[in-house]
């Protein structure tokens, strides 16, 4: 009898080294990249729960603040001189509309594997 892997076989190995690679290897990735969800001229007015200073930091801080807190579905990144002299972050307990305007910068966390979170849109 022949030991060598069958089409059938090969199909199999394949298909688990695949998935072995995307839940593995892959998704760390993607998972520690909130900046995918970025939305460029974009404010999310409300829902409000914590305001961050962000200094120099740009959106990619509001990204992963809002992805570090189990609370967090939204946030919104809003320029400096648009709200003070500084950059703030806002992090949202909901999802608001978006409104066009080129102040800001926003996101919506459409979910995680950490327990707690609440998916977006």
């Known amino acids: ?3 060598s892997l ?4 090969w199909h199999f190995a394949f298909a688990a080294a695949a998935y072995f690679f995307i839940t593995v290897v892959a998704a ?5 990249s909130p900046s995918v969800f970025m939305e460029q001229q974009t404010n999310r007015p ?6 961050l200073a962000a200094g120099r ?6 990204a992963s603040a809002c992805f570090a807190d189990t609370q967090c579905r939204a946030w919104t990144y809003v320029r400096s001189g648009n709200e003070g ?3 703030k972050c806002h992090l949202k307990l909901d999802v608001p509309h978006a409104q066009a ?7 919506v ?3 995680s594997s950490t327990p707690g979170r609440l998916r977006g849109y």
């Open 1 to 3: 009898m022949d030991r």
């Open 6 to 9: 069958s089409p059938n076989r």
């Open 28 to 32: 760390p990735v993607f998972a520690a």
């Open 46 to 51: 409300g829902a409000d729960y914590r305001v």
């Open 57 to 62: 930091e740009g959106p990619q801080y509001c």
């Open 85 to 87: 002299p500084e950059a």
């Open 101 to 107: 305007t080129p102040c800001c910068v926003s996101g």
């Open 109 to 111: 966390a459409v979910g």
